[in-house]
Every structure is written in structure tokens, then in C-alpha cells.
């Protein structure tokens, strides 16, 4: 089994910064993707940032050049660091991981993930 926790949301105005961690444990040898995803209220969830095991990294479109994700595998963690944040990133943030091969263009696909962790808050004002 693997277990995800996430840490690190807040509340900020806009403008700010966040940093949020996911701390690994369990069976994680050999994780190929970690991923953040987020849910706002009454909106689908949807993958914000993704990191595989090579090093390369995809970006949902509303967050490039805003976010950096990053993994530590030698202490099972991925993080997430968010500037300029805006009130439209306001969500629950959910840290993902899966052992298999995702192609690049599903990597941002919630259906691959199979371990989640239970978010962090994000609350941005304006």
C-alpha cells in the first residue's frame, strides 16, 4: 500500500506564494508519476502539474509558468511551489502517484493515478 499526505495550504491574497508537500510512504518503490491535481467546488478535478521519474514535467495551461513541481525520491516527496497565485486557484489539492507508464498526454488524466492523498485547502483572495 502506499499512503499520500499533503501539506502546506493556507490562505493568501493574490499575488502570493504557497508551497505545498506530499509526503509518501508505504510501497513506493519505483513510482513512475506524482502529480497534483485540484478540485474547486462544484467543478470537475482536474491535473495541474505532473512529475515522472526521468525528471520531465507537464503543466496544465492556467498554472505554466506560475508553478514548479518537484520530487525528492530519496525522502518520498513531491512539491508543489505556486506563485502569483490567483483567486481562480482557490481549491482542495490532491498529491497522486502511479507506479505505471502514463503517456505524456494523459499524464494530467486523473483516470491513471491509482494512490491519492486527502488535499490540502488553497484559498486565494482577491
Known amino acids: 500500500q502506499v499512503q499520500l499526505v499533503e501539506s502546506g495550504g493556507g490562505s493568501v491574497q493574490a499575488g502570493g506564494s504557497l508551497r505545498l508537500s506530499c509526503a509518501a510512504s508505504g510501497y513506493t518503490y519505483n513510482m513512475y508519476s506524482m502529480a497534483w491535481f485540484r478540485q474547486a467546488p462544484g467543478k470537475e478535478r482536474e491535473g495541474v502539474a505532473v512529475?515522472?521519474?526521468?525528471?520531465?514535467?507537464t503543466y496544465a495551461d492556467s498554472v505554466k509558468g506560475r508553478y514548479t513541481v518537484s520530487r525528492d525520491n530519496g525522502r518520498n516527496m513531491l512539491y508543489l511551489q505556486m506563485n502569483s497565485l490567483k483567486p481562480e486557484d482557490t481549491a482542495m489539492y490532491y498529491c497522486?502517484?502511479?507506479?505505471?507508464?502514463?503517456?505524456?498526454?494523459?499524464?494530467?488524466?486523473?483516470?491513471?493515478?491509482?494512490?491519492w492523498g486527502q488535499g490540502t485547502q488553497v484559498t486565494v483572495s482577491s
Open positions: 497522486a502517484a502511479e507506479r505505471g507508464y502514463i503517456t505524456d498526454r494523459a499524464r494530467l488524466q486523473r483516470n491513471w493515478y491509482a494512490y
Open positions: 512529475i515522472v521519474s526521468d525528471g520531465s514535467t
